[in-house]
């Protein structure tokens, strides 16, 4: 039998990799800075310039932070409490609500809802600050959500392009679940699924708040309209672009 000879074998040391710190750059616009800091580019760097011979790291091992990341990280705390970055992968939340409209000569049940009211359902998405981002009012009070959904252009963009790279919609129970659309658990009996629900809810409840502040500034949409069926849709997608120009111009 061969005998076996040992060879000392030096330790390997394994490869260390390093994540690049691109959530700690300056190379956001200065409203993201702002929103992220409190300060722009300008007051990151002369924050940066006052305490930079206090905190510079004099190391040459590792991949140390740079002064700016250093100041970054301090703010972000101060303004937030937190160290951690709230990632924003949800990119609207989506409903319907319904306006009354007088009862049409035409076609006049299919405009009935559930409550027995005239009706035009009105399926809207917002964003997280409850600008409308999507809006189609032209579906009469007894459609469902889901179907107005499945039809609507939102949807079929999503099915043909695999939803948007960069987030997902939130819908309710109403909604079917998609791998764009995030819907609650029916039935949650878990406490994930019940954590879940619950953070579901209250991310998606700017849409409902966005509807109340659009009916609440235009009274025409909280009472009757009393017009046919396609004037009442102009005047619901006229009152949603004019939402949208009184929070970012004039508010």
Avoid at 92 to 108: K, L, N, W
Avoid at 141 to 155: L, P
Avoid at 204 to 224: D, M, Q, Y
């Amino acid at each position: 039998m061969a005998a076996f000879r040992q060879v000392p074998v030096p330790p390997h040391r394994k490869e260390r990799h390093f994540r690049l710190k691109d959530d700690l750059s300056l190379n956001l616009s200065n409203e993201e800075l702002r929103e992220r800091y409190r300060f722009g580019r300008e007051g990151i760097n002369f924050i940066s310039n006052l305490v930079s011979d206090d905190i510079t790291r004099k190391t040459k091992r590792n991949h140390a932070l740079t002064v700016p990341q250093m100041v970054m990280v301090t703010l972000r705390f101060l303004a937030t409490g937190s160290f951690l970055q709230v990632v924003g992968d949800t990119i609207g939340a989506i409903d319907g609500t319904h306006v009354r409209i007088q009862a049409p000569s035409e076609d006049e049940a299919s405009f009935v809802n559930r409550k027995g009211v005239h009706s035009v359902n009105v399926q809207a998405v917002c964003d997280a600050k409850g600008k409308f981002t999507n809006i189609n009012a032209n579906w009469p009070g007894s459609s469902h959500d889901s179907h107005i959904f499945r039809t609507s252009q939102v949807c079929i963009y999503m099915e043909e392009n695999g939803g948007w790279a960069n987030g997902v919609l939130l819908g309710d129970s109403g909604y079917p679940c998609r791998p764009f659309l995030m819907t609650p658990y029916l039935n949650p009996v878990l406490d994930h699924q019940k954590k879940y629900n619950k953070c579901h809810c209250s991310t998606r409840s700017v849409i409902e708040r966005t509807f109340g502040r659009l009916k609440r500034r235009f009274h025409i949409l909280h009472s009757e309209i009393r017009m046919k069926p396609g004037k009442a849709c102009k005047i619901l997608i006229a009152c949603a672009i004019l939402h949208n120009i009184q929070m970012y111009a004039f508010c």
